[in-house]
């Protein structure tokens, strides 16, 4: 089985011994670093991740003889599993991917490593932007402690962790204005999962500058969903005829997005009205 066809293939199209094959790799130390950093990152996929990859991903995590890369992408594929428990719970077996118990062993491991000054840095980076995808108390924080460092890396560990813990909205509003381009980006995507109204100016001048580029773009369409639906046909009236195809898909995507959301808000008043 061949780790760089997998990558190139979508996830539900993996044979069913995949997941059991990057378990394989990920155990054996012989099996060359870029295998086992591929491997790794295949491994945190919703299709494979399982009790048996979650421990051997946490086990490398822990490792300080293993490389800081392989470390930071393993914790980093624990985070589907995290994010999955957190949203789903663990009543449902159609809906569980790891159970309970790891899914607290994770959570104890990762705030313990983290909490470790002698860790490498970007493992603890990732570490907290992993975590973070099941909030717990610690995190608040130490986001905040991570937006406050002079370090340009910890800013941007931070203002990613944002998009996932409430309460940030100003923190979000000034990196907005960052000049580093990863982090303007992150702000995007946070402004919009929290519907951040007053990044709205900021979020329709990048829909509207011909100078976006891509990426960015494609996070300020996905905010303005979020942060005002009503508003969304108006703003994309000129993206549904743009060049790019992918850009236009996700502007057709985004009008759907705004009419549920539009409808919900409709039925809201009327129940409001009835009562």
């Given at each position: 089985m061949d780790l760089k066809i997998l990558e190139h293939t979508p996830p539900w199209e993996w044979p069913e011994d995949a997941?059991?094959?990057f378990l394989k790799i990920l155990g054996d130390d012989q099996a060359g670093e870029s295998n086992r950093c591929l491997a790794a990152e295949l491994a945190g996929d919703f299709t494979v991740i399982s009790d048996d990859i979650a421990h051997a991903l946490l086990s490398i995590a822990a490792n300080p003889n293993e490389s800081d890369k392989l470390r930071g992408i393993?914790?980093?594929?624990?985070g589907t599993g995290?994010?999955?428990?957190d949203m789903m719970g663990f009543e449902d077996p159609d809906d569980i991917i790891i159970s309970e118990k790891t899914f607290i062993e994770i959570q104890e491991t990762l705030h313990k490593l983290f909490v470790d000054t002698d860790i490498p840095t970007d493992v603890?980076?990732?570490i907290l932007e992993a975590s973070v995808r099941a909030p717990q108390d610690w995190h608040r924080e130490n986001v905040l402690a991570a937006f406050s460092s002079d370090?340009?890396?910890w800013r941007l560990t931070a203002v990613f962790c944002m998009q996932f813990i409430r309460g940030f909205d100003d923190q979000i509003l000034e990196a907005l204005n960052d000049k580093n381009a990863d982090i303007h980006y992150h702000a995007v995507c946070a402004a919009g999962n929290w519907a951040v109204d007053a990044a709205w100016?900021?979020?329709r001048a990048l829909v509207d500058a011909d100078t976006?580029?891509?990426?960015l773009l494609l996070a300020a369409i996905d905010a303005v969903v979020n942060i005002r639906p009503q508003e969304a046909a108006e703003v994309f009236g000129d993206l549904i005829d743009d060049d790019d195809q992918e850009v236009v898909d996700a502007v057709y995507e985004a009008l759907a997005m705004a009419e549920a959301l539009n409808e919900i808000d409709d039925e809201d008043e009327d129940d409001e009205f009835l009562r």
């Open positions: 997941g059991p094959h393993s914790v980093i594929s624990l995290l994010a999955n428990a603890r980076r990732r370090e340009e890396a100016p900021h979020i976006t580029d891509k990426p």
